[in-house]
């Protein structure tokens, strides 16, 4: 079978076998997500932040960063210096090696369920977006460049007068999408949103070592514009499912809720369940969240907080 078949293929390993054969291997993985596990990327010079991730199912291997693609056989090729034939055997002796613990323990979690939204919507709606004035003129209002506005497929509804936001799971899997008008704030989200399932803009920064945590997609996307790896809950009343989804992708969280009462209730849910993994960053009061700041204000966010660590840590 060649490599181009063997791709469109699903579910030619298990779990357990990728990772004896990335072991056997000697690679080292660095996280482990739902579907991937995650380690650095040995194509190009990776060494702070994994950015390499390898499908625990289908073995195949992307990097966020230098957009390198491999399947399994490449990767044993390349990490252990054996040659094709000996790859594929070596793969095969891993697939003998039954963890009978790990086999009942994956047949005993149940997989989320998810339900596809018509992409084709959402690419209407962005497409309206890039050609209307007013949408145009919404976001450079609310200080959203045209790089973001194609980045997260923002789109535009004329009928409705409304912004759209696609929303993306972890797997990234399009769910739906929430819209605010361009005048007031009336808010619609597509029907049976699994809101308390997702975080906004996971699906694109999963794989870095710490995250700054907001309430508003909006203001996830001005922290992303000045390199600030952000997701956002999409409200202040924060699920433990996504608790679970922060614990679980990230070991450094930093939390910036809103400058109201709102805010305060997850700050405190927030630190209760996870303790001392967040740090808060209180906004100044002149500020109400993110989307009345400057991008140079938001800049010293990171900068301040970070300088203060070396300054304790020193």
Request: aromatic content about 10%.
């Amino acid at each position: 079978m060649d490599i181009r078949n063997r791709r469109n293929q699903t579910n030619l390993y298990t779990a357990s076998q990728v990772k004896r054969v990335l072991s056997g291997s000697g690679v080292t993985v660095e996280k482990e997500a739902e579907s991937e596990y995650i380690v650095f990327c040995p194509f190009h010079s990776n060494h702070r932040t994994p950015a390499g991730e390898i499908n625990k199912y289908t073995g195949l291997f992307f990097c966020f960063s230098c957009g390198k693609t491999a399947d399994l056989i490449e990767l044993v090729m390349h990490f252990s210096n054996r040659t094709y034939f000996e790859s594929v055997r070596f793969i095969k002796s891993k697939e003998v090696e039954i963890d009978i613990l790990s086999d009942v323990n994956s047949k005993l979690v149940q997989k989320e369920e998810w339900t596809e939204f018509d992409i084709s919507v959402v690419q209407r709606l962005h497409e309206q977006a890039l050609h209307s004035e007013r949408a145009k003129d919404y976001f450079i209002k609310r200080k959203i460049t045209k790089e973001s506005v194609v980045k997260f497929k923002l789109g535009y509804s004329e009928n409705q007068d409304m912004i759209s936001i696609p929303i993306f799971n972890h797997e990234n899997l399009c769910v739906g999408f929430v819209a605010r008008s361009v005048e007031g704030k009336d808010f619609k989200n597509t029907p049976k949103l699994p809101k308390s399932k997702l975080l906004f803009n996971l699906n694109k920064i999963k794989t870095a070592s710490k995250v700054y945590v907001v309430e508003s997609s909006f203001d996830a996307i001005r922290l992303d514009q000045v390199g600030i790896p952000a997701v956002a809950t999409l409200g202040a009343n924060i699920s433990s499912r996504q608790i679970e989804l922060l614990e679980k992708y990230f070991s450094d969280i930093f939390l910036i809720a809103d400058n109201d009462e709102a805010g305060a209730k997850m700050t405190s849910k927030l630190t209760e369940s996870l303790g001392h993994k967040v740090s808060i960053i209180k906004l100044n009061d002149q500020y109400k969240d993110i989307g009345d700041m400057e991008d140079s204000d938001i800049i010293k966010l990171d900068v301040n907080f970070e300088s203060s660590i070396l300054e304790v840590l020193s």
